[in-house]
């Protein structure tokens, strides 16, 4: 059984940073592909970042120059470090997991709510 388990989120002044994490379990890590997606109220779901299980990252037109997505095979754990971070960032944010050979992301955890204040 695949679990994702988010954390790191919180309460930020504009500016600020804050650093994700996620960790998996259930399957070799290793072996996935990872995804960070968030969700605004009342706003569709958005790409934010992946990395490949060789590590190729891949971030959405609005992330690219702020976030940066990393993984930790030894742990288990990928990341999303975040910085300078604005209110229109305020969302849940998604881990999600996929294998290599699929499209689309089969795992998702619960989410960790980002809320900047400006």
């Known amino acids: 059984q695949v679990q994702l388990v988010e954390s790191g989120g919180g309460l930020v002044q504009a500016g600020g940073s804050l650093r994700l994490s996620c960790a998996a379990s259930?399957?070799?890590?290793?072996?996935?592909?990872m995804g960070w997606f968030r969700q605004a109220p009342g706003k569709e779901r958005q790409f934010v970042a992946s990395i490949s299980w060789y590590g190729t990252t891949s971030y959405g037109d609005s992330m690219l120059s702020r976030f940066t997505i990393s993984r930790g095979n030894d742990k288990n754990t990928v990341y999303l470090q975040m910085n300078g971070l604005n209110a229109e960032d305020t969302a849940v944010y998604y881990c999600a997991m996929r294998g290599s050979w699929r499209s689309t992301y089969d795992y998702w955890g619960q989410g960790t709510q980002v809320t900047v204040s400006s």
């Open positions: 259930g399957r070799t890590f290793s072996n996935y592909d």
